[in-house]
């Protein structure tokens, strides 16, 4: 029989043995690697626009959007400080394109959404196609397309960047490159996608290489907020979530950007939603009106342009008093993708 001395001495040999071959004992970190319940260093958030928007104007001096290539303040989740996410998965920021400017040309793996805040048609051009921008415009940058962003008009430009920066890096799978000139050349006459993809019509002979990502790279506010118009006095309201709408892919269904949903919803005036949580933390902006939010204890008072993050997994429910449209984002495709995504209301 081995004395307790001579047990504790044989054990400390052991992990320190086991740690000098890059082993490591599972019973130590067993609980914490698989949770019973989705764990997140991430924090519900919210930014309010009426106090981070000066300081996304005064971004304008101290750098230029050339210098910079992209003049952005991330939106950093404050439990993940420094490591550029507003959730685990996605990375979200505020660009500033001023009259006059250029951001230039390049492309990456990561895809991108923009949802414009403020600003009158200032550009983008993705894959040849310009599109201009006005706020509450959806607009995709697939995948490895070629981008670049010029304001051509005379008021700042302001829109909420949503990318699968988090995801790209867990995966290895970051490639990035600059085009070496400011603009690309126009390759198709502006509308061109939406008049092909987005009208309920697709072309019979489809040259288009893949189904990942929706064909229609712009979903202009005027026809989404049309259709919230439409639906408010005629389809049922869920308890959650009032009238949502996903953006999705003509080719298929599904939604617009493979890795991350994007959505629009109408809460009705004096909506009293229900609790409800789902696995893809989702990050809100305001477009319209005025509510509160309860994420987890703390409660939110929102209004347009105010950014708010809601946890994985964390609680929520809405309230309004007045008639609110709110965009979101997650990462829930690739939950779905993965069979991973779960939601639930509470009675
Ligand atoms: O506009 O291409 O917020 O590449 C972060 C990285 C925006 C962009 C961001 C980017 C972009």
Redesign the pocket.
Known sequence: MKNKNTTSNFKNNFYKNIDQLHLAPLWDVLSNLVTDFPKTKAVPHMWQWKKVKEHVLTAGEVITAEEAE?R?LVLENPGMKGESKITDTLYA?L?LILPGEI?PS?R?TQS?LRFIIEGKGAYTTVDGEITRMFPGDFII?PSWTW?D?GNESSDPMIWL?G?DIPIINQFTSSFAEKLGQKRQILQKPEGHSIARYGSGLLPVNNTLSSDKVSPVFSYPFSRTREVLEKMKDNDKWDKSHGIRLKYTNPLNGGHAIPTMATFMQLLPKTFEGKYSRSTDGTIYCVVEGSGKTIIGTEKYSWHKGDIFVVPGWEKFKHSTKEEAVLFSFSDRPVQEMLGLYREEIAE
Do not use: I, S
Request: glycine share 8%.
């Open positions: 992209r952005v920021g660009q951001a390049h990456h991108a940058t981008h962003h960047d990318l």
